[in-house]
């Protein structure tokens, strides 16, 4: 079972900029993809960005050109670059990995314990 733990959240003024970091650790054989979601209130949790182990990324349409995922692979790490937030990005984000245990085992997915991101003036 992989353990995530995400950091890098807090107050920013809009058009600020902030990274969040996911680390996952525990029973990792492999790592298939990692990504971020988040969630708003009274709004149902949406994919921000993902990115595979081939490295290419996906975005929602709503950061392309403002968000910037990244993962160090030697870390089990993906981070989230955010700039030029807005006021409508404020959100509880949440880290994303699909993960196997060996190679013989299924592809599980396994969610951080979110981190809040408010852009408020």
């Known amino acids: 079972q992989a353990h995530l733990v995400e950091s890098g959240g807090g107050l920013v003024q809009p058009g600020g900029s902030l990274r969040l970091s996911c680390a996952a650790s525990g029973s990792i054989f492999s790592i298939k993809a990692m990504g971020w979601y988040r969630q708003a209130p009274g709004k149902e949790r949406e994919l921000v960005a993902r990115?595979?182990?081939?490295?290419?990324?996906n975005y929602a349409d709503s950061v392309k050109g403002r968000f910037t995922i990244s993962r160090d692979n030697a870390k089990n790490t993906v981070y989230l670059q955010m700039s030029s937030l807005k006021p409508e990005d404020t959100a509880v984000y949440y880290c994303?990995?699909?993960?196997?245990?060996?190679?013989?085992?299924?592809?599980?997915?396994?969610w951080g314990q979110g981190t809040q991101v408010t852009v408020s003036s």
């Open positions: 994303n990995v699909l993960s196997r245990s060996s190679s013989l085992a299924p592809i599980n997915g396994y």
């Open positions: 990115i595979v182990n081939d490295g290419s990324t």
